[in-house]
């Protein structure tokens, strides 16, 4: 039987990613590092909504953040978090009319 516990945290782990915004300032990143400016304009948030995305993301451990003069870069912390990504992608293609049409899923 799988460790409720566990079960639990990685709920919590997949609704962050569950959220549109996080999950495409992910993808932005997964282009190398950027700083806050470079990311609001990929993804067409405000600049203080992407913030606090991306200080979740960073409380997280799932980015990291580096001041460079009056930047502050960001970028995703872990390989495995690329690969997560990559992987999704992959999961995705194959049931992505299913998940479109699945009336149990909002949006």
Partial sequence: ?????????????????GDESR???????????????????????????TSLHLECLYCCGLVDRE?????????IRST???????MSHSVLEPVAGHIRDCSRYRK
Avoid: C, W
Wanted: net charge positive.
């Fill in 1 to 17: 039987m799988p460790d409720v516990i566990n079960l639990k945290l990685l709920a919590k782990f997949f609704r962050g990613l």
């Fill in 23 to 49: 999950l495409n300032i992910l993808e932005v990143l997964r282009e190398g590092p950027k700083n806050v400016t470079e990311i609001v304009q990929s993804i067409g948030l405000g600049q203080s909504n």
């Fill in 67 to 75: 001041r460079k003069g009056r930047y502050m870069f960001y970028s």
């Fill in 80 to 86: 495995r978090t690329l690969h997560l990504l990559k």
